[in-house]
């Protein structure tokens, strides 16, 4: 599989069902009621299918906001990018709504890959982790000693990555690596400190995906999750170049997002297509972007792509 797809219709604001959706969706106007009834879909029919979306947001909200001022990087800035509308919040990312509701929507997420399907959201979320670290594990030749997850959000990757890689360890009788986990937000680390009582991960920390901070060639293994979908490419070029520094010789690269070349994706309904495109405004971005390409510019190389799900895609790749 390569990125030779074409981007879906709805996501090409220049032509078609892509240009109207723009359209529509630049109209202040009428922006405020897309993203409303966007998020009532989305807390309906999660808690439909099992999600105690509105329980759990008051939960997580009220355990970790103590937590915030614990993990905060003074002085970091958010780049302008990621303070745009995102997911249905004015706010954007950089919310506590969006921290506290992360988890149900990775689970929502999770549940649509397959519709037709009586899974409950533990078993999704684990059948797409499980598919995610399958296509890796070739990759990974000897032993793994330091871990990052790049824009871990509330930690859900985090924690199944680090749980494989402890299982992969063990197996091997080897020593457990060290997996950590990045974001730009720290309402999102605090709730996955919250999420984490076990410690499973070993530390979250609160920086930029392009600019760490972190040492050149420290890490053995870097996860970019869901995330490219959520930059604009010149942010993408930055994080890939980021990753690549960070690597030592031979570390991996892991990266999972919406497949371009997806039959699903390519297929949605128009009405599904606008609230989509409505809450991610680099998504047409993404889709345009030769995410090879830009791989291989950054220094990487073995690519292995392949379809995860019917709608996501795992790209892994050496330094």
């Not at 929507?105 to 670290?133: F, G, K, N, V």
């Not at 063990?170 to 937000?185: A, F, I, T, Y």
Request: glycine content about 6%; some cysteine; charged content about 20%.
């Amino acid at each position: 599989m390569t990125d030779s797809a074409p981007s879906p219709q709805w996501a090409d604001s220049s032509r078609g069902l892509g240009r109207w959706i723009e359209r529509l969706i630049s109209i202040a106007l009428l922006r405020r009621p897309l993203f409303f009834q966007a998020r009532q879909l989305i807390i309906r029919t999660a808690e439909r299918n099992g999600i105690p979306w509105r329980a759990r947001r008051r939960e997580l909200h009220e355990a970790a906001a103590s937590w915030r001022s614990r993990i905060v990087t003074p002085g970091l800035l958010p780049p302008p990018y990621y303070l745009a509308r995102f997911h249905a919040y004015e706010q954007g990312n950089l919310c506590w709504q969006a921290a506290a509701e992360a988890e149900q929507a990775t689970d929502a997420m999770a549940l649509r890959i397959w519709p037709d399907e009586a899974l409950s959201p533990d078993l999704a979320q684990t059948r797409l982790r499980d598919a995610i670290h399958r296509a890796v594990a070739p990759l990974l030749g000897g032993s793994i000693a330091q871990v990052l997850d790049l824009g871990c959000s509330v930690g859900v990757s985090t924690q199944h990555l680090a749980s494989w890689l402890h299982q992969r360890a063990d197996e091997r009788q080897e020593p457990r690596p060290r997996v950590q986990g990045l974001d730009l937000s720290p309402d999102m680390l605090a709730v996955a400190r919250v999420r984490d009582p076990q410690g499973v991960v070993d530390g979250w920390l609160h920086a930029a995906a392009e600019d760490t901070g972190l040492p050149t060639d420290c890490l053995d293994l870097i996860s970019l999750q869901f995330v490219c979908h959520e930059l604009p490419q010149e942010a993408t070029h930055a994080v890939l170049a980021e990753a690549a520094r960070l690597l030592r010789p031979g570390g991996a690269l892991v990266m999972v997002d919406q497949d371009p070349a997806s039959s699903v994706l390519q297929r949605l309904p128009a009405a599904v297509a606008t609230l989509l495109k409505s809450t991610e405004p680099y998504i047409e971005q993404y889709f345009n972007l030769d995410m090879e390409a830009a791989l291989k510019a950054a220094g990487f190389h073995d690519l292995q792509i392949s379809a995860c799900d019917p709608r996501h895609r795992v790209i892994a790749c050496l330094r």
